[in-house]
Structures are given as structure tokens and as C-alpha cells.
T-cell receptor
């Protein structure tokens, strides 16, 4: 069965600093990979997704993620964090079985 | 506006009192699902539906029921709620299935006393 690991429960970054959120997955074939963001009190919104092709995918709000098959990773990056990026971020993987989410990484942004 | 709606948004109830959380989508999506979100556990799937009249268990189906009589609606039923079902519940829908972009409702915060 597929699984997703987000090693960092909570990350704090300064506004304007770069960000990388880690995601490792376990799946036997080529996965469908997603990053979702959940702002406080809100539902989840898709940031970006990878199905095939170019391993560097661009998403909304200036986020990008890189699929690395050799490392079973799909890390999320942003070059300059804004205070409004404070939220919880979920990595997810899908294949022949239903979508599986990681446990999430909470991002705090300080001035 | 394309959206997934859930009702109620907040609910406090007592053990054993049957309740239903409704979910409706206006995007003509085939696939719908229910998740619960608990601190430190992320989102776990309760049930999903690939199409009308087709439902299947997710990772944590115990204590829940669903039905999919119409394409747009996917209610979650708790026949006899217990305190361990206190959680934040999300409904989601997508056009083609779990490997497609999921559109989430705003969530229902349920407390079972």
C-alpha cells in the first residue's frame, strides 16, 4: 500500500526566506503526487501536482516541487516566503488505490 | 461558483444520537469522498464513491455509513456516534477519481459528548 511521510511536523521561517518542505512517498509504480495547503479554518486547496513529464512542477502562489524518483521524494519549495503562507501543508500520493495524505507540516512565518 | 458545500459546519451532539452530515457538489464530479482530520494524524479517508450507487470503504470506515443516490450528494451518516468520532470532517470531489485534483468542502467540526 502506498504511504507518505512528511518528516517535519512544524517549521518556522522568516518572511522573505526560502522554504523547503519535505515529502517522501512509498509506491510501487509511478505515482500521482500532490501538495495541498490548508489555511486556518479552511478546507484544503491544491497547490500543485505531478503526473508525468517534467519533474519540476510549478504551482500557485509561487510554489514549485521537484519529483525525484531515485529518492522517492516530492519536496515543495518557495524562494521567498510571505506571511500569508503560514498554513498547514499536506503531501499526497495516488495510484491504483485511493489518495493517501501525509500527516502534514505546519508552517509558521515570523517577521 | 464551483464548490463543495457541507452542512452543518459545526455540530455538538451526544453519544448515540444519530446524525447526518450532508455534502453536495455542483461540478458534476464522478468521484466523492469523506475524510476525517485529527491532530497529528493528518487526513484519513473514511469512504469514497466512484459513481452513483458505488461506494467503498476507506482507511477508517468503522462507525460510519454513506450513500450515493444522486451524483451531486454524498451524505455521511453516524448511526450511533461515540466520543472517538469527535473530529474535523471534510468532503471532497473530483472529476475522474483519486488521482485527479480534489476539491474540498469547508469542513464540519463535530464534537460528540
Amino acid at each position: 500500500a502506498q504511504s507518505v511521510t512528511q518528516p517535519d511536523i512544524h517549521i518556522t521561517v522568516s518572511e522573505g526566506a526560502s522554504l523547503e518542505l519535505r515529502c517522501n512517498y512509498s509506491y510501487g509504480a509511478t505515482p500521482y503526487l500532490f501538495w495541498y495547503v490548508q489555511s486556518p479554518g479552511q478546507g484544503l486547496q491544491l497547490l500543485l501536482k505531478y503526473f508525468s513529464g517534467d519533474t519540476l512542477v510549478q504551482g500557485i502562489k509561487g510554489f514549485e516541487a521537484e519529483f525525484k524518483r531515485s529518492q522517492s521524494s516530492f519536496n515543495l519549495r518557495k524562494p521567498s516566503v510571505h506571511w500569508s503562507d503560514a498554513a498547514e501543508y499536506f503531501c499526497a500520493v495516488a495510484g491504483n488505490t485511493p489518495l493517501v495524505f501525509g500527516k502534514g507540516t505546519r508552517l509558521s512565518v515570523i517577521a | 461558483e464551483a464548490q463543495v458545500t457541507q452542512n452543518p459546519r459545526y455540530l455538538i451532539t451526544v453519544t448515540g444520537k444519530k446524525l447526518t452530515v450532508t455534502c453536495s457538489q455542483n461540478m458534476n464530479h464522478e468521484y466523492m469522498s469523506w475524510y476525517r482530520q485529527d491532530p497529528g494524524l493528518g487526513l484519513r479517508q473514511i469512504y469514497y464513491s466512484m459513481n452513483v450507487e458505488v461506494t467503498d470503504k476507506g482507511d477508517v470506515p468503522e462507525g460510519y455509513k454513506v450513500s450515493r443516490k444522486e451524483k451531486r450528494n454524498f451524505p455521511l451518516i453516524l448511526e450511533s456516534p461515540s466520543p472517538n468520532q469527535t473530529s474535523l470532517y471534510f468532503c471532497a470531489s473530483s472529476d475522474r477519481g483519486p488521482a485527479d485534483t480534489q476539491y474540498f468542502g469547508p469542513g464540519t467540526r463535530l464534537t460528540v459528548l
